[in-house]
């Protein structure tokens, strides 16, 4: 029975020693965040939409996310959430801008973390359509195109016929004249 106690009395002291280090294997130096910026609804210009700024992974949550348009730190129309925990001991935090898309402006979301060296910046810009109108010079010139390599590949083909019909030819007469 003496035994047993103490058996019992040594489980429970180990497990008090285990515990304290076992909670303190959140990651000790700092980790370093990610970050991405997107528009929450599909891009129209003219049209209000919100800019987000993701930021993951990092460690400790402290954190600052700044919003620049064209250079300059914008203020109006910003809004975050707090430090939202993951699974692995790091943070998430989202930011968000209101703002009208414009052709030529650029936004920039500017993370500030322990873990960087200096400022992670994400870029986001209304991009033009890079449309190439399908005119029906566009077609033509394309049609002609298609026609013009066409033309190659089957010269090209007759080119090699032609020559391997004339070489069997020479061969198969030079045979004869041999016989
Ligand atoms: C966040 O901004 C505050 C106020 O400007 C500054 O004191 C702090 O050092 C910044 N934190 C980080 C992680 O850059």
Redesign the pocket.
């Known amino acids: 029975m003496g035994f047993g106690v103490l058996f019992e009395v040594s489980l429970m002291g180990m497990i008090v020693l285990v515990l304290p280090s076992e909670t303190h294997s959140a990651p000790e130096p700092p980790v370093a965040p990610s970050a991405k910026v997107y528009p929450k609804d599909p891009v129209e210009l003219g049209d209000p939409n919100v800019l987000i700024c993701f930021v993951d992974q990092f460690f400790p949550p ?3 996310i700044t919003w620049l348009k064209n250079g300059q730190v914008a203020l109006e129309g910003v809004q975050e959430t707090g430090f939202l925990p993951s699974v692995d001991w790091t943070f998430r935090k989202f930011s968000y801008l209101a703002f009208v898309p414009e052709e030529g402006d650029i936004y920039a979301c500017q993370v ?3 873990g960087l060296q200096g400022s992670l910046t994400r870029l986001w810009y209304a991009k033009e359509p890079a449309l190439i109108p399908e005119t029906p010079e566009n077609i033509l010139c394309g049609l002609g195109l298609a026609i013009g390599i066409l033309g190659i590949v089957v010269g090209t083909v007759f080119f090699f016929k032609a020559l391997r019909m004339n070489q069997n030819h020479q061969r198969s007469s030079t045979c004869r004249d041999g016989l």
């Open positions: 402290v954190l600052n500030d973390h322990w």
